[in-house]
């Protein structure tokens, strides 16, 4: 799940609200490619990833699930090795906090983009439905405490959740989701994605539903347009844990991904770690 996430938030990364005519002359799968304004480099993934390995970490390392430990988790991950890809405020409120004590003291988590849904994919691992939302909706609290930012995050890990235990088909997939979390699940996303937690949710899902391979689905999620490193992150979380989907990520994308300190290798050890909470 992580290395397949990584690989969507970076491939993701160098088409985030990019011209339509670059998406698609370049949405080719042949190598990352370089954002025309932003500053990140071709492999490297952003801020989709690093929560979610604060995510995972937390998973793992079995303490309790409070807002305080988490809180720390948040900032440990990022001060440890900062990147771009954050928002600009959020990039700057990490900046400037010292640890989870501060992040809760000084958060004002009301925001209902995509920051808690792009993290969530990890907290599918757990085996009741009941655990993966009731944990998905402390974590997203944390800083996005709105209807639309909780319910995004608890609908990126059902989808996660509902692969990982073979819960049904995956022509079924949209009607669990929308068992659990209001919104129309049922009807195609088309058409760019915006900023909304709900938005990328919606279009990750739109890809999963519609391709039977991750290269095929990281393709989509990247021709929406918009908030594309998030939908990629969402859609290949899931899609990665699924026995109907045929693994084929290009070797390129995976040889190519960063592998810093908690780069790739790393990444695939977390990965073998979070696994191992499956029931």
């Keep these: 799940m992580l290395v397949e996430l990584a690989v969507g938030d970076a491939y993701g990364a160098g088409f985030e609200y990019s011209p339509n005519r670059m998406i698609a002359e370049q949405n080719n799968l042949s190598g990352y490619v370089q954002h025309p304004r932003h500053g990140i480099h071709p492999g490297c993934y952003t801020d989709d990833t690093q929560m979610s390995i604060a995510i995972a ?5 079995g303490e309790p699930w409070t ?4 809180a720390h988790r948040f900032v440990a991950a990022f001060k440890r090795d900062p990147r771009e890809g954050y928002a600009g405020g959020f990039y700057a409120f990490l900046q400037a906090v010292n640890d989870g004590d501060e992040f809760l003291a000084k958060i004002r988590p ?21 655990t993966v939302i009731e944990r998905c909706k402390l974590q997203a609290a944390l800083t996005h405490n709105t ?12 989808m996660s959740h509902y692969f990982i235990y073979n819960v049904g088909s995956k022509s079924e997939l949209p009607q669990f989701i929308a068992k659990f979390v209001p919104g129309s699940w049922l009807t195609p996303w088309q058409g760019k994605v915006g900023s909304k937690g709900l938005m990328s949710v919606h279009a990750a899902l739109t890809a999963v539903m519609s391709y039977h391979s991750l290269s095929e689905i990281l393709k989509a999620c990247i021709a929406f347009t918009g908030d594309v490193d998030t939908v990629a992150t969402i859609a290949l979380a899931a899609a990665s844990c699924s026995n109907a989907i045929v693994q084929d990520i290009p070797s390129i994308l995976i040889d190519t991904l960063e592998n810093e300190e908690y780069g790739l290798d790393y990444l695939r050890k977390l990965d073998a770690q979070l696994m191992q909470n499956a029931a």
């Excluded at 970490?57 to 390392?61: L, N, P, Q, T, W």
């Excluded at 807002?67 to 988490?70: G, I, K, V």
């Excluded at 808690?116 to 691992?125: K, L, S, Y």
């Design 57 to 61: 970490e937390a998973i793992v390392s």
């Design 110 to 130: 009301h925001s209902d983009k995509s920051g808690a849904a792009m993290r969530a994919a990890p907290i599918g691992i757990f085996p009741d439905v009941g």
């Design 67 to 70: 807002s305080e430990s988490l």
């Design 147 to 158: 209807p639309d930012g909780i319910n995004a995050a608890i609908a990126a890990s059902l």
